[in-house]
């Protein structure tokens, strides 16, 4: 069985915690950009998908690496 890239997983392979990598993939603007770039990048490579219980809508929608966070201010 194969199993599917978790928060829990990304945060990990990148040695942050799942919060941070929560808030990262929704592009939170208290999250660095380097850092929403990371998790986004690892999110892709390890093959990371919304949970199935979300709305098809944000299901269906792919991730994006390339989305910029906002910069804290």
Do not use: F, W
Request: glycine share 2%; net charge positive.
């Amino acid at each position: 069985m194969i199993m599917r890239a978790s928060q829990t997983a990304i945060a990990e392979v990148l040695n942050l915690s799942v919060a941070t990598v929560s808030r990262s993939l929704r592009n939170h603007p208290a999250v660095a950009a380097e850092t929403c770039a990371r998790a986004a990048g690892a999110a892709v490579r390890l093959g990371y998908r919304i949970a199935d219980n979300k709305p098809a809508a944000a299901r269906d929608r792919p991730l994006r690496a390339s989305l910029p966070c906002s910069p804290v201010k």
